[in-house]
């Protein structure tokens, strides 16, 4: 019988992609000498209308102790996670964010963003007369070419399906479904939501990217300096910089599980 997990790792993948684009940083994580020391279980999964959707047929059940909830998100992903602790304090013992989509309250602005986010997906294909074929139009697309090469086929793995009613290569999540959830109010909180977290939350973002809006995350940071930190930035990574450089986010996560238990190393003799 497998040893009970002294932490989990939740990984929540952004809008449009799928649980695979983890896998180069999940293989880079489970190598280090940090997590050979702690029982770990990872756990990915996909968002509804995204790669294989959820798995529901297995009822859910609590059994023994809880391991250690570390929720580690990309995107829409991490304005998930965030906003599922600040909703819930307590329900995660760590959270480390690449990017949330958060803040901005100027209209102009939002809309400028939206339309941008909006008319690009909408720009994809989404259909092709084989699997082979759609790997190579992602290999050649001119918004995919910064990925690594990695991170594009675990990608490709996970986002594209088959049409048996077609019998062609479709993305799992219509470039319409995806347009929609930028559509959406930007994910914002007041001081007093701030401060509800009971959990570190770090930060992560690209030096290319304009999607962080970084006065909003300053102004946490501000407000509850115990809870927030933002981290140094990822050097030549825009939005998509868990995609772009899988070993520095590996190595930012690292980073980050050993300052909490049960990784932080005055912990880890209780094991």
């Given at each position: ?7 989990t ?7 449009g ?12 994580l ?19 209308y995204?790669?294989t959707?959820?798995?529901?047929s ?6 023994g ?7 580690v998100?990309?995107?829409m ?33 939002t ?38 090469r990695?991170s ?9 399906v ?26 914002r ?16 973002y ?6 962080f ?16 930190w933002?981290?140094?930035l990822m ?11 899988p070993e ?21 003799s209780q094991l």
């Open positions: 019988m497998p040893p009970t997990p002294a932490a790792l939740l990984f929540a993948h952004g809008g992609f799928c649980k695979q684009v983890w896998v180069p940083i999940i293989r880079r489970k190598s280090s000498p940090l997590l050979q020391q702690v029982a770990t279980e990872f756990v990915a999964f996909d968002f509804p995204h790669g959707k959820r798995d529901e297995v009822a859910p059940k609590l059994d102790p809880r391991p250690a909830l570390i929720g998100g990309h995107s992903g991490a304005g998930a996670l965030w906003n599922a602790e600040v909703r819930d304090p307590g329900t995660f013992d760590a959270l480390i964010m690449f990017e949330p989509v958060y803040g901005i309250d100027d209209p102009q602005r809309d400028e963003v939206t339309s941008f986010l909006v008319s690009v997906t909408l720009q994809r294909e989404s259909s092709w007369a084989s699997r082979r074929e759609a790997e190579t139009y992602f290999e050649n697309l001119k918004n995919f070419k910064t990925w690594d990695e594009l086929a675990a990608y490709a793995q996970g986002a594209l088959e049409d048996e009613a077609t019998g062609k290569t479709v993305l799992a999540c219509h470039p319409h479904i995806e347009a929609s959830l930028y559509c959406h109010d930007i994910l909180f007041n001081d007093e939501e701030l401060k509800r977290p009971k959990c570190s939350v770090h930060f992560h690209g030096d290319r990217s304009n999607m809006f970084m006065p909003w995350f300053e102004h946490a940071v501000k407000i509850s300096p115990d809870i927030y933002i981290d140094e050097n030549k990574c825009t939005h998509l910089l868990v995609l772009e450089d520095t986010a590996a190595r930012k996560i690292l980073n980050d599980l050993a300052k909490v238990a049960p990784f932080r190393r005055d912990t880890l």
